[in-house]
């Protein structure tokens, strides 16, 4: 059984327990949220689109992640799920393999700007995507990858398109 490092890189506000010592005591290994703080959390789902299509800009140097870890990435979350996080323009860094580290936030657009306060969300399959697809457009000959993109993905409750600003980084 191979280890599942997207819980790892949710946030520090996200805490992983057994269901024993969790507040809803429904499944073996549940995120939950303390109730007096916010943060990205992680619902296992099926295979799930929540955003739609993405730009996409080169970002690789020496320093990005490596490729193969954000493939590795990439191939851990394809279980399914989403990932939901607050918007106001705070980064979140939501799954995280080795050197590669991939994160939001939302962005404010000509005649959109989104305040904080609005729950966003973004499936496996968007995050899955964005990594296959900045590999193929700019993956280095020493095998590194960095991008960023914009995409609108789903308000939580109302499927009204947020502007979100990604990121494919080396992890801190």
Same mark, same amino acid.
């Given at each position: 059984?191979?280890a599942?490092p !997207?819980f790892l890189? &949710?946030?520090a506000?996200? *805490?992983l327990?057994?269901a #024993?010592?969790?507040?809803?005591?429904?499944? +073996?290994?549940?995120?939950?949220?303390?109730?007096?703080?916010?943060?990205?959390?992680f619902y296992?789902?099926?295979?799930?689109?929540?955003?739609g299509s993405?730009?996409?800009t080169?970002?690789?140097?020496?320093?990005?992640?490596?490729?193969?870890d954000?493939?590795? !990435?990439?191939?851990? &979350?394809?279980g399914?799920? *989403?990932?939901?996080?607050? #918007?106001?323009g705070t980064?979140?860094q939501? +799954?995280?393999?080795?050197t590669?580290?991939?994160?939001v936030?939302?962005?404010?657009?000509?005649?959109q700007?989104?305040?904080?306060?609005i729950?966003?969300?973004?499936?496996?399959?968007d995050?899955?995507?964005?990594i296959?697809?900045?590999?193929?457009?700019f993956?280095?000959?020493?095998?590194?990858?960095?991008?960023k993109?914009?995409?609108?993905?789903?308000?939580?409750?109302?499927?009204?398109?947020?502007?979100v600003l990604?990121?494919?980084?080396?992890s801190?």
């Amino acid at each position: 059984m191979r280890a599942n490092p !997207l819980f790892l890189g &949710i946030s520090a506000f996200v *805490t992983l327990s057994h269901a #024993s010592d969790s507040p809803s005591n429904t499944s +073996a290994l549940t995120p939950w949220i303390s109730p007096i703080e916010l943060a990205p959390a992680f619902y296992t789902l099926d295979s799930i689109n929540d955003c739609g299509s993405s730009n996409f800009t080169n970002e690789s140097s020496d320093a990005s992640p490596l490729v193969s870890d954000c493939l590795h !990435l990439a191939d851990n &979350i394809r279980g399914g799920g *989403t990932w939901v996080f607050q #918007s106001g323009g705070t980064q979140f860094q939501l +799954a995280q393999s080795g050197t590669c580290a991939f994160g939001v936030q939302t962005e404010c657009i000509p005649f959109q700007c989104v305040h904080g306060g609005i729950l966003v969300k973004i499936g496996n399959q968007d995050i899955i995507d964005v990594i296959e697809g900045s590999v193929a457009r700019f993956a280095t000959s020493e095998g590194k990858v960095g991008s960023k993109g914009h995409m609108f993905c789903q308000e939580v409750g109302d499927e009204h398109p947020i502007p979100v600003l990604w990121g494919i980084y080396h992890s801190p």
